[in-house]
Each structure stands twice: as C-alpha cells, then as structure tokens.
C-alpha cells in the first residue's frame, strides 16, 4: 500500500505564502502526513524557504519505532532547524548542529538540539536575544518536558557564556 504524501512546494507557495501576514516574522506549518520535495526524493522531514518565510515539517516519520522522549527531541530538532531556515539559515556544515542537514532519523538523532556556536550566534543576532537568556528559557523548557540532560546542557552553556 503506498502512503500518501504531500507536495512541500505544494504547502510552501499554496497555502502559506498566500497568508503569510507583510508582518510576519515567519509562518510555519506541521502536518502529519508524509512529505516529498520533488520526484527526485522519497521523502523529507521538513523544508522551509529562505526567501519567502514560509517552511512545513511532519510528524510523519517521527515516531517510528521510538518513545515521547525520542519523538519530543525528533519533533524540536526539525521544528528548529527548519525555523532556522525560514530565517536564511543554511545547512551548517562546519560542526555537528541542529542546522546540519539530514537525510533518515540515524542522522536526525545523532545531531543536537542546539546549534553550535557559529548558528548560535546568528540566532541570537536574528531573533536580538541575549546567549545566556536564550540557554536559560531553552533550559527551563527542556526540564519542563522531562528532556533533563539537554537541560543540564543548556544551563551549562549558560553558565559559560555568563563568565565569559
């Protein structure tokens, strides 16, 4: 039986661009159906455009054979790195980060929720938040949601960038 799957540019020029308020910082849309680029590709966990501030990632292939705390990193790790995008971010190719790309969920997992100092700094510079604010709330978050040694991780980075 062949799943059913989602033209991304479909969603991309379609339905977002046309709402994407001349205000918006960005729109960004999930589904739970499995998306595709092109014929070119099976599948994609997300694609978000740089130009036009409109991105779309699904929960499709998320959950595959993995438990809530698997998902939750799965689902924030492509939630961010699509944001990132979305705000003309490129695949970071210099280290490991949640802005490196990924092609199936070895690589997804194997990557970090956060970014690593060069994408971390071009976060802070686009969004005007403070490192050691932005480590905090990411900590905080984490903790809440019982993701407790990338909590730990965060408020370690923040206690970094705090001394420095």
Not at 16 to 35: G, Q
Not at 104 to 123: F, N, Q
Request: proline letters at 4%; charged letters at 25%.
């Amino acid at each position: 039986m062949k799943t059913r799957q989602i033209k991304t540019g479909y969603i991309l020029d379609n339905v977002l661009k046309p709402i994407l308020p001349a205000d918006a910082a960005a729109l960004i849309a999930f589904t739970i159906d499995d998306l595709y680029p092109d014929e070119t590709m099976n599948y994609v966990f997300g694609q978000a455009s740089m130009e036009d501030r409109v991105g779309v990632w699904s929960l499709y292939r998320l959950g595959d054979h993995t438990d809530y705390d698997t998902f939750l990193r799965r689902t924030l790790k492509i939630a961010a790195h699509e944001t990132g995008h979305m705000f003309s971010m490129k695949h970071c190719t210099k280290y490991e980060c949640v802005m490196s790309g990924t092609n199936h969920l070895g690589e997804t997992d194997s990557r970090p929720i956060d970014a690593c100092p060069e994408c971390m700094a071009k976060i802070c510079w686009l969004s005007d938040v403070d490192p050691a604010a932005r480590y905090d709330r990411l900590a905080a978050f984490c903790r809440k949601n019982g993701l407790n040694k990338e909590a730990d991780e965060f408020t370690r980075k923040s206690a970094a960038v705090k001394n420095n």
